[in-house]
């Protein structure tokens, strides 16, 4: 059947509308991890705790963070984001609550690094990736650049706040608030998102009635460990899995794991009071946020590769500048960076998702991605410990910037090795495929639009 042209309003209004509670799902998600590097410092001071100790517990829910992507991802797939965006917001918001009255270094551990790793992982830009792909044939890359800035824009409208509450009446007040923020989106989810738009009677924005864009795909048969280690061999047998794998892993190095963490405490050892500090990476939020939106555009009209290669070059450039600009007060140089780094800070993200589309196909990016972004968060974790114990030998972050941008550097290299279409019989379907016609070997630019 073939539904009227006045219904393609309500089809736009409906995908945007589950968008913005997604963005509010991803932002909640992301208030309580860029609260880390703020609460860090307040818990060591009453605890007598070390920095490896605290980098310890971020280092584990970075981690978990990670690992557990592909597996929410294909939970996402199977029982639908709505119900385990509800549930994993639930959790948060206890463990959150129950920081506050911890008092030894393997609570922080269960409920900073295990429990909330665990549970923000089942919402980690998976959830975006899967959600895009639902709700949009249109706009893909855009709604998909919309979704990466969600920590950036958790950062922005957060961060500040709790650096003031644990700065004025201490870090369990700003653990509080991120409980709270946790469980009033897990009521929003619960009542307003809805799994596919076929579920109430709609199509995905920008597909066709009676094709196949505006067909729901089945839900898997298999448990969601079985899908994602499926996905896994045979996403293995090529190169691109692996080249992406590599460079997400360093983009989490270099960000999650290196400024988000470490940068408010390289601050401080400056002279620099922590909300200065935490004001500065809030403005890297504006900033990420605004070029995040610009690289998903620019991924649905530019070679995904190209623009890797020019992100993680630059990103590295700029690392090698960081320590130097550190200063009592905010030098004209912070600024520079701030501006820079906040643009370039997750726009590696839509380009990448693009690549596991073309290279993977709809029904597997999902979980491709989650793979991906596994070792991105991998990455994250060892960055962040890494950073931690360099800080603690030298008494300086000098070293953790540099490393760091030799790794970003290499990662622009292995962009260069990724091909531009997906290679036919490797990168798909374990059985052997017919010779792919045309129209499956289109770039990100044809996937996204209809």
Known sequence: MTMPAASAPVFARRAWFVAAITLAALVAAAAFRSSTGV???PIEREFGWSRATTSGAVSLNLVLYGLVAPFAAALLERYGPRRVVAISLGIVAGASALTTVMTAPWQLWA????????????????LGAIIANRWFVARRGLVTGVFSGANATGQLLFLPAIAATATNYGWRWAAAIVAGLALLTM?????????????????????VPDTPDAAPAPPPSVS?????????????????????????????????????????PAAHDHGMPATTAAGLLALVGIFDLAGTIASGWLTDRVDPRLLLLAYYGLRGLSLFTLHSMFAP???????????????????????????????FG????????????????????????????????????????????????????????IPRRPLPGI????????????????????MTFT
Not at 201 to 206: K, Q
Not at 427 to 446: G, K, M, N, Y
Request: proline share 6%.
């Open 224 to 264: 969601p460990v079985v899908a994602a280690v499926a996905v896994l061999r045979r996403g293995s047998r090529s190169w691109t899995f692996w080249a992406l794998m590599a460079t997400f892993f360093v983009c989490g190095w270099s960000t999650n794991g290196l400024i988000q963490t470490h940068f408010i």
């Open 187 to 207: 009521v929003l989810v619960a009542a307003l998102i809805r799994d596919r738009p076929q579920d109430i009677g709609l199509i995905p924005y920008g597909a």
């Open 427 to 446: 990168d798909h379907a374990p059985t052997p495929p017919s010779p792919p016609h045309p129209h499956e070997l289109d770039d990100a630019d044809e």
């Open 39 to 41: 609460l860090m410092e």
């Open 111 to 126: 409920l900073w690094g295990l429990v909330i790793g665990i549970s923000t992982g089942s919402m980690a830009l998976v």
């Open 329 to 359: 007060d905010v030098q004209p140089k912070m600024w520079v960076f701030i501006v820079f780094y906040g643009l370039d800070w997750v726009a590696t993200v839509p380009p990448t998702v693009a690549l596991c589309r073309t290279h």
């Open 362 to 417: 709809l029904t597997d990016s999902g979980i491709v991605f989650g793979w991906t972004y596994a070792a991105h968060m991998v990455g994250a974790g060892l960055g962040a410990s890494y950073a931690g114990w360099i800080r603690t030998v030298d008494g300086s972050y000098h070293t953790a910037f540099v490393s760091a941008g030799v790794l970003c550097l290499a990662a622009a290299f292995v962009c260069l090795t």
